[in-house]
């Protein structure tokens, strides 16, 4: 039987409000995540990501209530990521009710973090979290790129996918930044050639905008499919999407 492609509501959250922007910038509030997440869960969404994008210190405390209040209304996979650095983040998140974990800048910081959080927890609590963007120098013309993609981490996009399930990740979160919030389509190239480089699943973000996308990325090997604006302002439904993917021949839950 065919594995389902897993339909994902990405709720970005920024001093415990969801926000959504174009390449993460003129952010505009949507909504509580709480109970976004309790209306997407009786939606049908298959996971739940958060990330929270302004993981400074004074914002952590009330990204663990968020989780805490989240894992008591909503009974789906919950990822949370931003400002993970190593397994006590890990821990505290999975202690307040996370079930995978999501690491970007932490793990490029700190590549050892991988190991570490994946021989303790094991590598299906940990989603790498690739910000990836076209960058000419680099040899696959992908890099990765850091702090909502305006700052180059001086990698190539695939080499470090390949390293970090190497040392354990379980998943990849593969994010285009040059797609993120446009609407125009997910970046189907890009999917392809993280799929063809690692074995483990990958979930595509950045770009979705029509239920046909959803669909096109599925098509070029995403596992599961990721949006936030098209479904925080009621652009498509969740249903929307799996009757799109059904249509096309996809199994989904």
């Known amino acids: 039987?065919?594995?389902?492609?897993?339909?994902?509501?990405?709720?970005?959250?920024?001093?415990?409000?969801?926000?959504?922007?174009?390449?993460?910038?003129?952010?505009?509030?949507?909504?509580?995540?709480?109970?976004?997440?309790?209306?997407?869960?009786?939606?049908?969404?298959?996971?739940?990501?958060?990330?929270?994008?302004?993981?400074?210190?004074?914002?952590?405390?009330?990204?663990?209530?968020?989780?805490?209040?989240?894992?008591?209304?909503?009974?789906?996979?919950?990822?949370?990521?931003?400002?993970?650095?190593?397994?006590?983040?890990?821990?505290?998140?999975?202690?307040?009710?996370?079930?995978?974990?999501?690491?970007?800048?932490?793990?490029?910081?700190?590549?050892d973090a991988i190991d570490e959080i994946t021989n303790r927890f094991g590598r299906q609590v940990l989603v790498l979290s690739l910000d990836a963007r076209r960058e000419a120098g680099q040899p696959s013309g992908f890099g990765v790129t850091t702090h909502g993609g305006r700052t180059s981490a001086g990698l190539d996009a695939l080499a470090w996918v390949r390293e970090a399930v190497d040392r354990g990740a379980g998943e990849i979160l593969l994010n285009s930044m040059d797609a993120d919030g446009t609407t125009d389509g997910f970046d189907l190239e890009l999917i392809t050639a993280v799929k063809d480089a690692v074995d483990v699943p990958v979930i595509a973000s950045g770009g979705a905008g029509?239920?046909?996308?959803?669909?096109?990325?599925?098509?070029?090997?995403?596992?599961?499919?990721?949006?936030?604006?098209?479904?925080?302002?009621?652009?498509?439904?969740i249903a929307e999407v799996k009757r799109a993917l059904a249509d096309a021949g996809f199994a989904v839950r």
């Open 1 to 111: 039987m065919a594995i389902a492609v897993r339909v994902i509501p990405c709720l970005d959250v920024d001093g415990g409000r969801v926000v959504k922007g174009v390449n993460f910038q003129n952010l505009r509030d949507a909504g509580d995540p709480v109970e976004l997440a309790a209306q997407y869960g009786q939606e049908g969404a298959d996971e739940l990501v958060f990330l929270d994008i302004s993981a400074s210190a004074q914002e952590r405390d009330t990204t663990y209530d968020i989780v805490t209040r989240t894992a008591e209304t909503v009974f789906i996979p919950l990822c949370v990521g931003g400002g993970v650095r190593g397994v006590a983040d890990v821990d505290r998140l999975l202690r307040v009710g996370a079930d995978k974990v999501g690491i970007n800048t932490g793990a490029i910081a700190r590549p």
């Open 210 to 237: 029509t239920a046909q996308h959803f669909v096109e990325a599925a098509q070029a090997g995403a596992d599961a499919v990721l949006a936030a604006s098209v479904f925080h302002y009621g652009t498509l439904t």
